[in-house]
């Protein structure tokens, strides 16, 4: 069964200190791994599509990477607005349409 | 190009009610994806669809059901509400055969 593991679950900021947020996984055939902002009482907002070791994308203060086991999401000088929840997810095997999530990471920035 | 849209945004229901939300998917997908979120938790799958057919299932029992019409939006049913079906309710569409997925902005569905 496909297993999706994110930490740390909660991480408190400043302003312009930069961090990474981190998703371990564990599935049979990946397919793709997906990132994914979240507002409180909204929609999950697609960020990236990652589909194989080494792979890189960019998009603003943002930067996901992957690996064999485990996706970064590196989030450079962050400001109050990207406060929000971070979700990682994956495809994988038979279980095809099946996005597995994991829980989340709780980012807050603090002016 | 219009995205995901789910009707209605909140709902209050009791025990034992049914209950059936919509979704129309962003122009140009034909998947319609459901998943069930519980507070502070991740989305959970519970089915996909796609011509109008289930296309996977997630571990949910039989009263969770769906529809998929042809204009490719789709509607969640769900019978006999129990108190954990409390939840925010997903859906996401994608074109078939590309992995990504795009959600809606959810419905928030209370049981008392």
């Known amino acids: 069964e496909d297993q999706v593991t994110q930490s740390p679950e909660a991480l408190r900021l400043q302003e312009g200190e930069s961090s990474s947020l981190n998703c371990s996984y564990t599935?049979?055939?990946?397919?793709?791994l997906f990132w994914y902002r979240q507002d409180p009482g909204k929609g999950p907002e697609f960020l990236f599509t990652l589909y194989s070791a080494g792979e890189e994308k960019e998009k603003e203060r943002l930067k996901a990477t992957l690996t064999k086991k485990e996706s970064f999401l590196h989030i450079t000088a962050p400001k109050p607005e990207d406060s929000a929840t971070y979700l990682c997810?994956?495809?994988?095997?038979?279980?095809?349409?099946?996005?597995?999530f994991g829980q989340g990471t709780i980012l807050t920035v603090h002016p | 190009e219009t995205g995901v849209t789910q009707s209605p945004t909140h709902l209050i229901k009791t025990r034992g009610q049914q209950v059936t939300l919509r979704c129309s998917s962003q122009s140009g997908h034909n998947t319609v994806s459901w998943y069930q979120q519980a507070l502070g938790q991740g989305p959970q799958f519970i089915f996909q669809y796609y011509r109008e057919e289930e296309n996977g299932r997630g571990n949910f029992p039989p009263r969770f059901s769906g529809l998929q019409f042809p204009n490719y939006s789709s509607e969640l049913n769900v019978n006999a509400l129990e108190l954990d079906d409390s939840a925010l309710y997903l859906c996401?569409?994608?074109?078939?055969?590309?992995?990504?997925?795009?959600f809606g902005p959810g419905t928030r569905l209370l049981v008392l």
């Open positions: 996401a569409s994608s074109l078939a055969g590309q992995e990504t997925q795009y």
């Open positions: 997810a994956v495809t994988g095997g038979t279980s095809y349409g099946k996005l597995t």
């Open positions: 599935v049979s055939g990946l397919r793709g």
